[in-house]
């Protein structure tokens, strides 16, 4: 018989520091691979705010290879792109995904972030699932790694001392930082505002009925920078009045969509700044994923899924099929190779999507001679992004290294 066991496996320690949907993510992988998890987080978690998230074919197959409970977080399957006149309201162009599953092998899942968060924690540390379940350490705010001794150091005083380190640590990362990344960055020309709209106040005021449908709407505009109050960038955990969400331009918005944000919720702003590509993603044995690595407009909607694509990279690098986990730098440069390429292309992608809307996936892709047309571009397209195979391309790379980074296999 042949065993696919390795013998030079080695289960590491494992620190991921922040616990948001790519840490978690990181955590979730890296169990499944056989490795010991700790989660580091700045904060308790009920304090988890946000609104949609978009996870699409390439980001939903991984929830599904590791055993995620995929119905847990009340997901909505995304059923069409809609492109509306600024002004009118009128329909420009649609993208209808009827036969999205039956072509990718996965659908496209629209989640409210609460609920994906706390089902990726429900995986991570579950007593019932496969792989040793993570520990949660709350209020652990990083203040310095060192990458070469393997330890970070908490403002609380508390140093820990891991075999690999992921910095899942978002936007104003500390732990990109400490391997030498210096962002480039400008101020985007256009800030986001996330917010809820209850049906029940849909239905209560008798709102547009479209606001129900499994749909990503988009109206030809967007929030000046300049108009707005909040100029840290990322996420804000306070709520902002209406006043703030309808300035500029939006007396001239669709009056449907100026009646849904008037009377919408959980109102959060969300600055956004263009960061130009990072020069490395790992230093020692420590490494950067999600919004510490790639940072992104969100005009492609394709934040989530890029973390999750990360987090699978690192998993199946470190799993028993490879030798990575004996030279833990090593494997952080096939991390780096496997995903800073394509991780950059989405990354471009987003900020041109933020000038026109007619570069966002799907719109590239309304026919098959419209997403070849596209790709020869150089525009991204549905196509690309869902086809991509990257247990291929891991093994792929791994046999270009040879040196005995692929698996020992024992005939028996």
Known sequence: MVSSTNPKFKQLRVAVVGGGLGGLSAAVALRRAGHLVEIYER???NVEVGASISC??????WLREWDV???????????????????????????????????????????????????????????????????????????????????????????????????????????RGQIGVVPDMTSAPQTC???????????????????????????????PTELTKHHEEGFVFEEVPVSDVIAGKYDELDPDCINLLKNSVDRMPWRLYVHQPYDRWFKGNTCILGDAAHPMMPHQSQGACQAIEDAA??????????????????????????????????????????????ERIGFTSLTPHDASLAAAEGKLTINEMNSYKMHSHVASEVEKLGAGLGPTIAVM
């Not at 699409?56 to 197959?61: E, I, P, S």
């Not at 996330?194 to 109206?219: C, H, M, T």
């Open 313 to 358: 990279a690192l998993g199946i690098i470190f799993s028993e099929k490879y030798n990575f986990t004996t030279d833990v730098t090593a494997g952080l440069a096939m991390y780096q190779t496997i995903r800073k390429p394509r991780a950059t292309r989405v990354q471009s992608a987003s900020a041109r999507a933020t000038e026109n809307l007619n």
């Open 43 to 45: 904060r308790d978690f």
């Open 69 to 175: 409970d995929i119905p847990d977080m009340k997901p909505v399957i995304l059923m069409k792109l809609v492109m509306r006149d600024w002004e009118t309201g009128k329909i420009l162009n649609q993208y209808n995904l009827d036969h999205y599953e039956e072509e990718w092998g996965n659908v496209y899942n629209m989640l409210h972030r609460q609920d994906m968060h706390a089902t990726l924690l429900k995986a991570a540390t579950s007593s019932e699932d496969k792989g040793t379940p993570c520990s949660v350490k709350i209020d652990h705010i990083c203040e310095s790694v060192d990458p070469e001794a393997g330890t970070v150091t908490f403002k609380n005083g508390v140093t820990v001392k891991a075999d690999l380190i992921i910095g899942a640590d978002g936007i104003r990362s500390v732990v």
């Open 193 to 223: 505002y996330r917010l809820n709209v209850k049906k029940s106040v849909v239905d209560e005021l008798g709102l547009v009925k479209y606001s129900y449908d499994p749909a990503i709407q988009f109206w030809g505009g967007f929030m």
């Open 56 to 61: 699409a074919a390439n980001g939903t197959q």
